[in-house]
């Protein structure tokens, strides 16, 4: 009888345990897409707030923070349209410059502007390829994104790829490669910045075999 007992317990338990993960597993995109949406409001409304509060501070709290969220969002839409076109271009092309002559802006504005660049889909500096490498030892494999191909004189070639660090992409480190321990995935860009920021969750079928071909490759070349 306590056998019994024990045994529906048990069962009951993890039915429960499964039943609670499978809901939590769930509501978590939901939960976190809220989160960044509301993170993304709050800090829109701290922008439109400052301008608004002089002439609309006896509205309420909420109301006022709509119309700071409103005013921001048009806000960035116009200056996006502005930088568009050729005179928007120049100013800010003109600001930029005047940036860059600034001892301590320079290097804080030039390297913030690259790092956006890079994950821009327009941008001059944007990745050249995802790229598989060797990496912190033998046998383990790291993507890393193609920045910049350096050609020194002797003929040697050397790549230097971005390893983006997991879930944030926009912090990682610098390598410099030889050519002959690169291995090229083809895989889409886009595609190396979902793995990256999912933390391997979110990884296309065909690029996930062909990492794993790849990687098997080189092994079996090495062996011989």
């Known amino acids: 009888m306590k056998t019994e007992k024990s045994s529906l317990l048990s069962n009951a338990s993890k039915h429960l345990r499964s039943r609670l993960i499978s809901g939590v597993l769930v509501l978590i995109p939901l939960f976190v897409t809220i989160f960044v949406l509301q993170t993304v409001f709050v800090w829109l409304t701290r922008i439109g707030?400052?301008?608004?509060r002089p002439w609309l501070g006896d509205l309420n709290e909420w109301i006022l923070s709509t119309l700071a969220f409103i005013v921001t969002v048009i806000g960035l839409y116009l200056v996006g349209f502005i930088a568009t076109h050729l005179l928007g271009k120049r100013f800010i092309q003109?600001?930029?410059?005047?940036?860059?002559?600034?001892?301590?802006?320079k290097p804080i504005y030039s390297a913030v502007k690259q790092m956006v660049d890079a994950f821009s889909?327009?941008?001059?500096?944007?990745?050249?390829?995802?790229?598989?490498f060797e990496y912190p030892r033998r046998g383990i494999y790291t993507i890393g994104f193609v920045t910049s191909i350096i050609r020194e004189p002797d003929g040697k070639v050397m790549y230097a790829v971005f390893v983006a660090t997991t879930p944030n992409p926009t912090s990682g480190f610098l390598i410099l490669c030889p050519e002959d321990e690169v291995i090229?995935?083809?895989?889409?860009?886009?595609?190396?910045?979902k793995m990256i920021v999912s933390g391997g969750l979110v990884i296309p079928p065909a690029c996930g075999q062909r990492l794993i071909t790849l990687a098997s490759e080189r092994q079996k070349a090495k062996a011989l």
């Open 49 to 52: 707030k400052p301008l608004l």
């Open 94 to 105: 003109w600001g930029e410059g005047f940036l860059m002559r600034l001892p301590l802006v």
């Open 121 to 132: 889909s327009n941008g001059k500096n944007s990745f050249e390829e995802v790229v598989m």
């Open 184 to 193: 090229k995935t083809n895989m889409p860009i886009e595609d190396g910045i």
